[in-house]
């Protein structure tokens, strides 16, 4: 069965009426896992734009924030997500931006990355706000919270890094970065700045962030 996406896609109906697939442009040789951000693969929804439903065992490789699938013991890269509405994982949503996969939130207009750094030290060091956590921790299903600072004991540990990017004008800013954000928003960085500071924000609390966001929307 040909389908439009840009690999090839196989289909299987079940009597329950759900579907399994598998597909790929490439197969991953020597995949890390390190960087992936679930502890096992889970069970994904896929949307099509064509309204058509797709079912695959996927994780989130924060190298690059694509989507990872696993078909017969090999591992593939999700492609075609020029035509992919959403992808609803362990009942979290996110969807495919600038050939990027971010996790939706309750605004529509702001956004979730997950990127990894390297933990050095013993302790865990990232951009203001960003949230870290081990890489081969389990996943929490309510992913945009669950990721919090810990000790490592291995110069080789992977920290994972949540950033929030809101649109703006079709463009995605990241919010922690208060330079672009002042800029995008068209306010002063140092009024910016002062109510960061009064209101002791922290850039990976949702509230924080949204509490941001409207105040440079008002402004």
């Known amino acids: ?80 997500l020029d035509q992919i509405e959403q992808i609803e994982i362990d009942h979290d949503v996110f969807v495919p931006i600038n050939g990027k996969i971010y996790q939706n939130t309750a605004r529509n207009d702001l956004f979730i990355s997950y990127s990894n750094k390297v933990a050095v030290n013993d302790i865990v060091v990232s951009h203001q706000g960003s949230e870290i956590k081990d890489a081969r921790e389990s996943h929490n299903s309510s992913l945009g919270n669950v990721y919090v600072s810990k000790n490592y004991d291995n110069l080789n540990d992977l920290a994972f890094v949540k950033k929030f990017w809101v649109v703006k004008e079709g463009e995605l800013v990241e919010v922690s970065n208060v330079k672009k954000l002042s800029k995008a928003f068209d306010i002063s960085r140092n009024d910016v700045n002062a109510f960061i500071k009064e209101h002791n924000l922290n850039f990976n ?11 440079v929307n008002k402004n």
Request: hydrophobic share 40%; net charge negative; glycine share 4%.
């Open 1 to 80: 069965m040909k389908t439009n996406f840009s690999f090839r896609l196989l289909l299987v109906i079940l009597t329950s009426g759900s579907f399994l697939f598998s597909f790929g442009q490439e197969r991953l040789q020597n995949l890390d896992l390190r960087p992936l951000l679930f502890k096992d693969f889970l069970r994904a929804d896929i949307l099509k734009k064509d309204g058509s439903l797709l079912q695959a065992s996927v994780n989130y490789n924060t190298d690059n924030q694509s989507l990872i699938f696993l078909t017969k013991d090999e591992y593939m890269e999700l492609t075609g």
């Open 205 to 215: 609390n949702y509230s924080d962030v949204t509490a941001l966001l409207d105040y």
